[in-house]
Antibody, heavy 117, light 105 residues
């Protein structure tokens, strides 16, 4: 079964750093792009960026360029999303998803990030 | 950047109704469009890709059509489990539409 399993919920303070993960299984992790999507409380889906784990080629949405860093460790089939200095406005659910042909499927279960002083 | 505009943003319907959701692109995107369903507290689920291809396991009451700048998602006979929020996504630069929440009338 193809699966993406994300790391658990995080509670952080403004200014702290954070790295969340997305581990793929059941398929060739290096052969498919992995995307990250933000969903702020009560709001819609926003595409953040995408990485090809095979060579770490990474593309960012202009809205998120410079705000986050996307990376991958193909030796452990894991993609990452990280912040160097969190803000309260980073409070959201974050999803990873595999890019398969013309869509994203499957999706991880989501990681809730709460940033509060 | 390509923008996607969904309409309506909210609709109220009854079980058995035929429901149509529209997604308009700010410029032509061929058939590079997908539709997702999201239920509260859950990750989105792929319904349709390449504008009109039904994802494996998705009920046949869901269908997609369109190309270029105008696309539609149709639910032929709304079922209780279909009450959710639906999103379109463009698959060249990956933006999402704003979503359509389908609620029980």
């Amino acid at each position: 079964e193809v699966q993406l399993v994300q790391s658990g919920a995080e509670v952080k303070k403004p200014g702290e750093s954070l790295k969340i993960s997305c581990k793929g299984s059941g398929y060739s992790f290096t052969s498919y792009w992995i995307g990250w999507v933000r969903q702020m409380p009560g709001k819609g889906l926003e595409w953040m960026g995408i990485i090809y784990p095979g060579d770490s080629d990474t593309r960012y949405s202009p809205s998120f360029q410079g705000q986050v860093t996307i990376s991958a460790d193909k030796s452990i089939s894991t993609a990452y999303l990280q912040w160097s200095s969190l803000k309260a406005s980073d409070t959201a659910m974050y999803y990873c998803a595999r890019h398969l042909g013309g869509a994203f499927d499957p999706w991880g279960q989501g990681t809730l990030v709460t940033v509060s002083s | 950047d390509i923008q996607l505009t969904q309409s309506p943003s909210f609709l109220s319907a009854s079980v058995g109704d035929r429901v149509t959701i529209t997604c308009r692109a700010s410029q032509g995107i061929s058939s590079y469009l997908a539709w997702y369903q999201q239920k509260p507290g859950k990750a989105p689920k792929l319904l349709i890709y390449a504008a009109s291809t039904l994802q494996s396991g998705v009920p046949s009451r869901f269908s997609g059509s369109g190309s270029g700048t105008e696309f539609t998602l149709t639910i032929s006979s709304l079922q209780p489990e279909d009450f959710a929020t639906y999103y379109c996504q463009q698959l060249n630069s990956y933006p999402f539409g704003g979503g359509t929440k389908v609620e029980i009338k």
